[in-house]
């Protein structure tokens, strides 16, 4: 028994490719391009500034020219005390990409933290029978 032969085939003409589908939509809160994060927040490896949620940033200074986007935008933003889940929601950043930028910004003292300003825990006396005196006469 003889072994088949295999036969050439010539080459086809290439056809042209077909168009790749869009991309889905991003969910809200759904980033794209997951890797770009690195290349937002940096190195990141150093120290971080002792941040957390409700920590209240105030820009001390326009964004200077060697400012990221990111960092003009945190910057533009900051006007007026704004906290860091704030400034996360506004910039659709996670918070830790935001802590490492605002920790560039500490360091560089372009930026000021606060810490939230408390109430009081218990109203003063006086004043709560001042506003129940005031609703009884009315």
């Known amino acids: 028994m003889t072994p088949p032969r295999r036969q ?34 940096g190195e990141g490896g150093g120290e971080r500034a ?11 200074a326009d964004p200077p020219v060697s400012a990221t986007p990111e960092q003009a935008a945190l910057l533009r ?5 704004l906290s860091v889940a704030e400034l996360s929601a ?4 996670p918070f830790s990409v935001v802590t490492v930028l605002l920790t560039d910004l500490l360091a560089s003292e372009l ?7 408390v109430r009081q825990k218990v109203a003063d006396r006086n004043l ?3 506003v129940m005196h005031g609703l009884q006469k009315l």
């Open 111 to 117: 930026v000021q933290a606060r810490a939230p300003i």
């Open 90 to 93: 506004y910039l659709s950043l």
């Open 8 to 41: 050439r085939r010539s080459p086809e003409p290439e056809r042209p490719a077909a168009p790749a589908p869009p991309d889905p939509p991003a969910k809200e809160g759904e980033l794209r391009n997951p890797e770009r994060l690195f290349v937002i927040g």
């Open 77 to 81: 933003l900051c006007a007026a005390p």
């Open 128 to 130: 709560l029978e001042a």
């Open 50 to 60: 002792d941040i957390d949620l409700v920590t209240l940033i105030v820009a001390r």
